[in-house]
């Protein structure tokens, strides 16, 4: 019968491209090493590596063996690792898909409570949402809510996009300004510059389609796809920038931003929890929402 241990020691050889660090690698001497791998060997009666005197170079059937086997060999070891890494609560290892900004500004002072390990990634929400989808993130939190089998959203989070300056900014001839001067603040709001979190301009053409029916016409001089350092930028500068309010508002209570506008209409933000309710448990469920509470 296989070991397993023969295959871990494959992947590590493989990885590594010498016994010497293979060993360093799986914490075994460098002789079990190479037994583990003449062991799978003659099991599989193949060759996998070809020997040379400073790296183990794979054969044709070895970068084959590898393709098929790396797969299934990282879901068991994941699967080991959730068994592994617990804590009194029962609660095991819990992964969460979410946007940088989200974490920094609304998790990342309670992470270090939780009654669990838990690892955060932080990618583009396509993959987050493939990676829930396939198993491999407990828990997303995101503006996206579907309807695929099994996966259940829960809103947990409402906040909104609102127009922002550094304090500084002489914003007097827009505040003598009356709510029903739509032409006036337009204007206005269009002669200032303007710094943005991403190229296609999707928070500033919802605000302007919320409140003056049309597409802006503006061209960012500053395009930054991270809200906090894209306020770290406006508090220095003097621009404008759309954000969401619960990243600004601790900014706005220092009196380091200022909301403009702030009698315009505001694009809403919800955020959705989604997991698998088929397999999370309960108390991680309760742990996740008590971090965002």
């Not at 943005?196 to 919320?210: A, G, H, M, N, P």
Request: with cysteine.
């Amino acid at each position: 019968m296989v070991n397993l241990e023969w295959f871990r020691t494959f992947k590590a050889i493989y990885n590594t491209g010498t016994l010497t660090q293979a060993s360093k690698v799986l914490l075994i001497s460098q002789p079990n090493v190479s037994q583990h791998l003449s062991f799978l060997e003659a099991h599989i009666g193949k060759k996998l590596f070809e020997r040379k005197p400073r790296r183990m170079v794979p054969t044709d059937y070895g970068k084959l063996f590898y393709s098929q086997l790396i797969g299934p060999l990282e879901g068991l070891e994941r699967l080991e690792s959730e068994f592994r890494y617990t804590r009194e609560s029962d609660i095991p290892l819990t992964c969460i898909g979410v946007s940088r900004d989200f974490y920094t500004n609304k998790i990342s002072s309670k992470v270090g409570l939780a009654p669990a390990n838990l690892v955060f990634e932080f990618d583009d929400f396509s993959i987050l949402k493939d990676n829930l989808l396939h198993g491999n993130l407990n828990f997303l939190i995101s503006e996206y809510s579907g309807q695929e089998k099994n996966i259940q959203y829960e809103e947990i989070f409402i906040s909104e996009d609102i127009v922002v300056a550094n304090s500084s900014l002489d914003t007097h001839e827009l505040d003598i300004l009356s709510v029903d001067q739509q032409d006036e603040i337009e204007q206005w709001l269009l002669n200032q510059k303007w710094y943005t979190y991403s190229s296609d301009l999707i928070l500033v053409k919802s605000f302007w389609q919320e409140n003056f029916k049309k597409r802006p016409n503006i061209k960012p001089c500053l395009i930054i796809p991270d809200f906090n350092a894209l306020i770290g930028t406006l508090i220095q500068g003097h621009g404008l920038s759309i954000v969401p309010s619960y990243i600004a508002e601790s900014y706005i209570q220092d009196k380091k931003l200022k909301e403009i506008c702030p009698n315009l209409k505001k694009h809403p933000i919800k955020l959705y929890l989604a997991y698998n309710k088929n397999v999370v448990s309960s108390h991680q469920i309760d742990m996740i929402k008590d971090l965002l509470l």
